[in-house]
């Protein structure tokens, strides 16, 4: 008994033990990731020459001008309401496309539906450096190149295969007796896809949103090859600017980053709990 009293102490210290270390790795996690961000923040209240003489330590004259300069300098207004134009129509158009594609796949029968689905999910192994140039040439050829319609259609084409991928698991886990009333009760597969299918898939849709959002807001590339005219383009590329003639310009470079990010993080703030709620939820029904 007394052996076991003390196996059970000692099991018990090494509980602990190891508790505290994934709490202290977790701190330390949070610290590298949080500190580089307080960091850029501190740093956009600084003048140019203080940055200079002070890298590190906390602004000693704290000044705002870099913040209204760097949002002239980079016209962002009409990039901030174009990036929120590209992001909200995105995440709409590969939400709703994905789960209607994803309801097909998963719960009605065809012959062509593997092939269908796998050669959306293929898309997963492409990346955008190997699409630029065949995008590029296509938007010229169909006439759509410095058009909305000429971005919105590669970002919610480049969004659809993880939304299907990750609907189409979601989904199957809906049992099929649900779909199969429905049908013998007379809806319609439109009807079964707006009544039952959105409302349990909510869950996969916020996920679906919030992995999509990141990508699409600080998307760069294409956008900058897709359209030429200033007032088509996004935040991302007016933040280039900063790296020209205004590279030694820190002050007004880490005001500019600090806009950027901001509403990344606004978002994260506002939907953490729907974060953690969506992955949780799709873990379990994939």
Known sequence: ???????????????????????????????????PLAWLLFSSFKTTTE?????????????????????????????FVNSLFYTSVTLGGVIVLSLAASFAFAKIKSRATPFLHGSFVIGLMLTIQSLMVPLFLLAHWVGLYDTRLGVLIPYIGLG??????????????????LVESARIDGA???????????????????????????????????????????????????????????????????AALVIGVFPTIVFYLFFHKKITQGVFAGAVKG
Not at 51 to 77: C, D, E, Q, S
Not at 160 to 175: A, D, K, M, S, V
Not at 208 to 236: C, D, H, Q, T
């Open 188 to 254: 319609s597969y439109l009807g079964i896809f707006t009544t039952i299918i959105v409302p349990m898939a909510r869950p996969v849709a916020t996920t679906l949103a919030i992995l999509s959002f990141a990508g699409v807001w600080n998307e760069f590339m294409l956008i900058n090859i897709l359209v030429s005219r200033e007032s088509l383009k996004s935040l991302p590329v007016g933040m280039m600017r900063f790296s020209g003639a205004l590279a030694s310009d820190y002050g007004k470079q880490f």
């Open 1 to 35: 008994m007394i052996g076991t009293a003390g196996e059970k102490n000692i099991k018990n210290e090494f509980g602990y033990i190891r508790q505290a270390l994934v709490h202290l790795l977790l701190v330390g996690f949070a610290c590298l990731t949080l500190l």
């Open 51 to 79: 940055f200079h003489l002070n890298k590190l330590g906390l602004p000693v004259h704290w000044t705002t001008i870099n913040y209204p300069m760097a949002w002239r300098i980079g016209n962002f207004t009409v990039l």
């Open 160 to 177: 659809l295969p993880l939304g299907i991928y990750l609907c189409t698991e979601f989904i199957r886990g809906i049992p099929d007796a």
